[in-house]
């Protein structure tokens, strides 16, 4: 690959986590004002408020830059990089067309798994760089779901390296075929859940509930750098979805797959984010114990059993 190949790639991928995000985000507003009711803002940009975005982005840009005195200050004002860096590392190696990827990992798999668990190092520096009580607890709390639902996750992704043969995403999608709906559909479940909880997306967003840790982690943060914790919220909902869309509806299969497999990708990822934007409206907040209850007594026994389908499915198979 040439180095012009190499900067181009880069520069999508920087671009997709860039803008991607900010159409989620927009997405998520709109989507949530009609179900809701409660339309909001129609006039930035004209046509049903498409620019209000925007608006809001320039908001944030004129905001003043506050660190607290007794903040932690390389830890408070490196926290929203470490939470946005990994998603924009982790884009760069998701397939979204046959051979089309920013960079070409051989086990692209564990490479996206390992780059969106380190966003919640930030989280944490966040929590404990703003010497405020509320961000602490906040921070604790994304640890520890952090920890539970890492496993069953991990557990559902295996299953399906399991089944395809291969940690490379490019290999699971030539494995992948549509008898994987049923028979990885156990596994479906798990991981969106699990993703949703690794997100802090409600109704695992206990680590920022307003109304008992006003933001928890991000409490003390303002302009910018507040800014970056949502665009890395946005951003993580992106690579989740691609992630989903590629393990297990098929990434870029589909009809005239070699001329639209990108759009194939796209499209699937585009119904697991409304799928996701969708939890955000119609479940309440879950308590703490209810959600390590959920985690280690219902998703990680059934992503146990998802592995053990597939194990007996690929010796029944070979």
């Known amino acids: 690959m040439s180095l012009t190949e190499v900067t181009i790639r880069s520069l999508a991928a920087v671009l997709a986590v860039l803008v991607l995000p900010l159409l989620v985000g927009q997405t998520e507003h709109k989507v949530m004002a009609h179900m809701q009711g409660r339309v909001g803002p129609m006039y930035a940009g004209g046509f049903h408020g498409w620019a209000q975005l925007i608006a809001d982005g320039v908001k944030f840009v004129q905001k003043e830059d506050i660190t607290p ?9 490196w926290a929203p990089a470490v939470a946005l860096v990994p998603y924009m590392v982790a884009v ?22 390992a780059a969106a668990g380190v966003g919640v190092l930030g989280t944490l520096m966040a929590g404990w760089g703003s010497a405020n009580k509320y961000a602490l607890v906040g921070a604790m709390r994304s640890v520890a779901q952090l920890l539970s639902y890492e496993l069953p ?6 299953s399906v390296a399991m089944a395809a043969g291969t940690l490379s995403l490019g290999g699971v999608v030539q494995a992948w075929s549509p008898w994987w709906l049923l028979w990885q559909l156990p596994g479906a479940l798990v991981f969106l859940v699990a993703a949703l909880a690794e997100l802090q997306r409600p109704p695992f967003d206990a680590p920022v509930a307003d109304s008992e840790v006003v933001m928890g ?5 303002t302009g910018l750098r507040f800014a970056f914790f949502l665009l890395a919220e946005y951003a993580g909902i992106v690579v989740m979805s691609t992630l989903f869309a590629v393990l297990f509806l098929g990434g870029w299969r589909g009809p005239a797959a070699d001329h639209l497999g ?5 499209a699937k990822a585009a119904l697991v984010v409304l ?11 879950m308590r703490e114990d209810q959600l390590q209850r959920l985690a280690w007594t ?12 597939t194990a007996v499915g690929v010796v029944v198979t070979a």
Do not use: C, K, N
């Open 262 to 266: 990108w759009l194939w990708t796209l």
């Open 69 to 77: 005195a007794a903040a932690d200050r390389p830890l408070f004002r």
């Open 217 to 221: 982690p991000w409490t003390e943060y």
């Open 298 to 309: 219902s998703l990680v026994p059934l992503a146990l059993l998802q592995v053990a389908l």
């Open 153 to 158: 996750l991990i557990l559902t992704v295996a």
């Open 275 to 285: 799928l996701i934007l969708w939890a955000r409206m119609s479940w309440p907040r």
């Open 92 to 113: 760069a190696v998701l397939p979204i067309h046959p051979g089309l990827a920013a960079a070409e990992v051989p086990a692209s798999l564990v490479f996206v798994l």
